[in-house]
DNA sequence: GTGATTATTGGACATTTGCGCAATAGCGTC
DNA sequence: GACGCTATTGCGCAAATGTCCAATAATCAC
């Protein structure tokens, strides 16, 4: 097998194992039996398993964010593109995404490697709701002061809301998580109430 | 030594352990170490390690929101409660606990005891924030049609922003947490930007 | 075909883990 | 002072884990 697929094939096998037991309970040997090898084989490609685990999990949160954002930019306005972010972001993670998330912010603290990629990639989402801000406020639609930390806000509104549904279940609810973190931004960026719901029209993602 | 000291100090020493080293690294015989007592003693209090990581992450988090509503309820006034909520929730994870927190919701999805103390405690500190701000709509203080939705959100942006800070160290400051979290509860409250700041003015607990 | 290179195997190794258990020590009771 | 109960010890066990390595299979150049 052609050695940059095999690759591939790794760490889509270890992204499956961590979507199924959590970061933390992934071991080598469940990767090496996903994959339907040995388990040398895997160090054969990969230093240590923190380099195997943050790979497979930046792969994952990786293409989230890049689908988002392709999204996003198909937005014709401000309002549209914040509307579209809304709709990516919570399907993004509707099924194991975010318990991949937890795990990750958990394991930050002990795995260098996994901290790197979640950083970066947490302020990747981050850049990416600040400049549908600072574009809103440009067109006067929206009311903004401190892009960047209202970006922050509404990055962690969806994070800590998400957190709650996944983590206790019936807490918070996916339909909650939706309308509050909506409307959290709709009071964050000065905009009526009800601008951000309602926005499967013209989303070219919608189902029919 | 007494049984039920015996007992609480065993949950104390699991507690100083996961504060250190975080509630996935903590083991038996870390714990018995600190305690400067055998492994098997642990077991002899304790059915399992489940029970043991339970029990010490239910005292230490209960104690936190003991902490917080005491000083909630000696504010003379809504708004007073809200700063001083502010300023306690932000002491409380000052040095590990809020790490302890990223752990256990990770850990939730797959210890079901702890899911459950950990979904109970949200939930009361939900209600702590709801009962203020219920009473600052009574007061007239404060300006929100749904203050269990605001509780929420005014809680998940605290927990999102404390986890950017202590997951990834240097993405958000300890500074920014403190001010854009009051500053979100200022927006969602419809209270005068401000008002939540120099919140140690006339708190008890403020240091000289 | 032959040799060299590399992908791949399968298991060894040291370490760590939760847990159990037989032995011991401590202490109160008669 | 002897007995009994229980707290406590310290080790052992089986399972699991990351890592490494010698042996083997496959592939390709010549």
Known sequence: MNPEDRREAII?????????????????RDVAAELGASSGLIHHYMASMDELIAEAFGRA????????????????????QLRFFFDSYTRSDGDSGMQLWL???????????????????????????????EGGVRAGVMNCTDPAAAAWRILS?????????????????????????????????????????????????ARA
């Open 157 to 205: 509104l969806l994070d800590g809301l998400h957190l709650q549904e996944v983590a206790h279940g019936d807490s918070v609810t996916g339909h909650q998580v939706t309308k509050w973190s909506r409307h959290g931004a709709e009071i964050e960026l000065g905009l009526d109430p009800g601008t951000l719901t309602n926005s499967s029209q013209g989303n070219p993602l």
């Open 12 to 28: 889509a096998a270890t992204l499956a194992v961590m979507q199924r037991q959590g970061i933390a309970a992934t071991t080598v």
């Open 103 to 133: 795990d990750a912010w958990a394991e930050a603290a002990r795995r260098p490697e996994l901290r790197q990629i979640s950083q970066l990639l947490n302020q990747e989402w981050q850049q990416l709701i600040c400049g549908i801000i």
């Open 61 to 80: 949160a990786g293409a989230d964010l890049l689908a988002t954002r392709a999204l996003v930019e198909q937005g014709q306005n401000p309002l549209e």
